[in-house]
């Protein structure tokens, strides 16, 4: 697996991690290291392009789960408790102002869907698009 980041300026500075290859068992710790370091050196909008990401396993729905959780920690939402967050990830009403992903394949959509991520993680199949949505 290979990243590659790049900074986009847009409302917020938005970290782009443009992974290659699967995040999976095998690789979901370099990507957890990654991203990790680039929330220590400042990174608090992150957009995961997964245009070259044919799979995502389980292990790296957690790693995405962990990073979000990550940067909600490091900004909260001053509008809103921790309970009104999992009230609206419930209703579907909460999508996280952190975290985004960018065009997603077939399996991977399904894991997202199937894990319930989708709730509160919005993706995209367009860069610019995505972009704004910070």
Request: proline share 3%; net charge neutral; glycine share 4%.
């Amino acid at each position: 697996m290979e990243i590659k980041v790049s900074v986009e300026q847009a409302r917020v500075p938005i970290t782009i991690m443009e992974v290659h290859g699967n995040i999976d068992s095998a690789t979901y710790e370099a990507f957890k290291a990654k991203a990790n370091e680039l929330i220590r050196n400042g990174a608090r909008y992150i957009l995961v392009d997964l245009t070259q990401v044919p799979f995502v396993s389980s292990s790296g729905l957690r790693v995405l789960h962990n990073i979000l959780n990550e940067l909600r920690i490091l900004q909260p939402d001053a509008r809103l408790s921790e309970m009104e967050i999992k009230m609206q990830i419930t209703k579907g009403q909460y999508k996280s102002p952190h975290l985004k992903l960018l065009n997603l394949s077939k399996e991977t959509r399904i894991a997202f869907e199937l894990s319930g991520f989708y709730l509160f993680i919005e993706t995209f199949s367009d860069l610019q698009t995505a972009l704004a949505a910070f």
